[in-house]
């Protein structure tokens, strides 16, 4: 439940009463909402938006299960284009990160090999000029 779904926290208030016996005005005292507020999300149907949002986010926590939490938001959107899908990339990492599903990063130059930079060290002096053999290797030609 978040503070952009407007819907889900009518229905959280209406499930307080049902559920735990606890009355309207009182939940929404709690959670500093007004009356008129309550009503007019109370009843409002889910829209075709919302119901898309909630299927696109089913697939792509299956896609995510199915890979082992290893997808990130650019593979998962490949899959989701290849099986018929119109979303974009940051529409998915969206999604992604509202449902708290990361990618596992791939170790790359500095973090895969432990040296600084990402870069090799250097162990000959081949290739350089002699104005810069001087300088990196400290021997005068």
């Not at 007019?40 to 697939?59: M, S």
């Not at 890979?67 to 990130?72: E, L």
């Not at 870069?119 to 290739?127: I, L, M, N, Q, V």
């Amino acid at each position: 439940m978040t503070e952009t779904d407007p819907a889900a926290l009518a229905a959280f208030i209406g499930n307080q009463r049902t559920e735990h016996h606890v009355p309207h005005r009182l939940t929404r005292q709690a959670l500093e909402m007004s009356e008129s507020w309550f009503y007019k999300w109370r009843d409002k149907p889910t829209t075709a938006r919302e119901v898309r949002r909630g299927q696109l986010a089913d697939a792509i926590r299956q896609i995510f299960e199915k890979s082992g939490s290893t997808y990130g938001s650019p593979k998962i959107w490949l899959i989701l284009v290849r099986e018929g899908w119109r979303v974009s990339v940051n529409n998915v990492a969206r999604l992604m990160a509202e449902l708290g599903l990361a990618g596992r990063k791939i170790l790359t130059g500095a973090g895969w090999t432990g040296l600084a930079n990402g870069r090799r060290p250097r162990t000959s002096c081949a290739g350089t000029s002699p104005r810069r053999l001087r300088t990196r290797c400290g021997a005068a030609t």
